[in-house]
């Protein structure tokens, strides 16, 4: 939560040390006290906030349900929203609470927008979730969906441990330089062939890489 404002006051840049907050269980006093102010004087615009501690803490649990009542609370985010499914038998139970706890919210506010995030929808999990937050059948879905950069491995069959080394370097110089990470991997597969090879035998690489060799 304390990374997702930092994020925020960055991107919104507006009043944001009075308007955009973040509850969680080691928040200082004068913190604290400034979020429930904020939200009983209707000038919090932005709330990070755990289902554990929306559900569990009575005092704030009842100061949301106020705000609720008064048509303050305008919207319902639940960020990785494909968790909601995933836990809750055993693990971080409370996030099978949110459900009842949204429709709790709605009797009183009908207005209420709920808006469920997530990078790693399955078609599954799509389903339940609209079973369970579509209210009289108001659903809208947007997706953008596209595939994430994912890890490749390639195996290689060798007949020695001179064919093997003699592999490793023409993978090596084959990595694209130009990509940060590569040069990671790069760096730790150098040192560990730095006692058979040398500058010479990374010809094609640039010079972190010849450091990398002669670490």
Not at 47 to 74: D, G, Q, T, V, W
Not at 114 to 120: D, E, R
Request: proline fraction near 2%.
């Amino acid at each position: 939560a304390i990374d997702q404002v930092r994020t925020a006051r960055n991107t919104i840049k507006h009043n944001t040390d009075a308007e955009i907050f973040c509850y969680y269980n080691r928040i200082g006093a004068e913190r604290k006290r400034a979020l429930r102010n904020a939200i009983k004087q209707e000038t919090a615009r932005l709330l990070f906030i755990s289902p554990e501690a929306l559900i569990r803490n009575l005092e704030f649990e009842n100061i949301i349900k106020e705000a609720n009542r008064k048509k303050y609370l305008n919207n319902l985010i639940i960020d990785e929203a494909h968790i909601v499914i995933e836990w809750g038998d055993f693990f971080r139970v409370d996030y099978q609470c949110l459900e009842p706890w949204r429709n709790e919210l709605l009797a009183s506010n009908a207005q209420l927008r709920t808006v469920l995030l997530s990078a790693t929808y399955t078609r599954n999990a799509v389903a339940n979730l609209k079973q369970m937050f579509a209210a009289q059948g108001k659903w809208i879905e947007v997706r953008c969906d596209a595939l994430r950069h994912e890890p490749r491995f390639i195996l290689v069959k060798t007949n020695s441990y001179t064919d093997k080394r003699h592999k490793m370097v023409e993978l090596v110089r084959k990595l694209p330089c130009e990509i940060s990470f590569v040069k990671l991997l790069c760096k730790s597969v150098c040192i560990y062939t730095s006692a058979w090879t040398d500058r010479s035998a990374l010809t094609g690489c640039d010079s972190s890489y010849s450091r990398s060799a002669n670490a």
